[in-house]
């Protein structure tokens, strides 16, 4: 009986700290995702002399076949190279596709233009939030977020280009 009851409030104990833990764990995976495909874009502009950039698709499961969607950053992204300079994303242009978890929304800064545009120095083309204080140019937050916990994820891109995050709590 005191076996039993010993292993109750150790499960008690360790299940909220386990969803924890793996909630923490999601936001870093999708917030280490969101970084790699920025990266990517201004990697494959360098890489071919021209444009590259990152945009949001609602269709991710169709592969190098996505396209770009406004608005549909909870649905996925797509880093393409813009081979025929039109700024968005054209049949064989694409370089890779992310899904987004279903478990975070992503919300971009009212003022972030898509596609997010890089040309060959890397450098953003796009209208992208700046300023001394700029908002976030895109928020990754868990669904289930409990207030205070530090896990919420800002992504800030500056004038050169580089991307940097901030982790901030729920609200």
């Known amino acids: 009986m005191i076996t039993v009851t010993v292993i109750i409030v150790l499960i008690a104990i360790g299940v909220p700290s386990f969803k924890s833990t793996m909630r923490s764990s999601r936001v870093t ?17 360098i890489r071919t002399n021209l444009s590259a950039g990152i945009c949001p698709t609602a269709n991710p499961t169709a592969g190098m076949g ?30 890779r596709v992310f899904t987004a978890d279903s478990s ?5 800064a009212a003022t972030l233009q898509t596609p ?6 890397a450098i953003p083309t796009s209208t992208i939030p700046t300023g001394a ?12 977020c409990p207030t205070g916990l530090a896990i919420v ?19």
């Open 29 to 45: 995976d999708q917030a280490n995702q969101m970084l790699a495909a920025f990266n990517l874009a201004r990697t494959e502009a």
């Open 66 to 95: 996505a396209t770009c969607s406004a608005g549909a950053w909870n649905t996925g992204w797509l880093v393409f190279d813009d081979t025929n300079g039109n700024g968005t994303a054209d049949a064989g242009e694409v370089v």
């Open 104 to 108: 975070m929304t992503l919300v971009p």
């Open 116 to 121: 997010i545009l890089f040309n060959n120095q």
């Open 133 to 144: 204080s700029p908002p976030a140019a895109l928020v990754l937050t868990p669904i289930s």
């Open 153 to 171: 994820r800002s992504f800030y891109v500056n004038t050169t280009g580089q991307f940097r995050t901030q982790t901030g709590n729920c609200p």
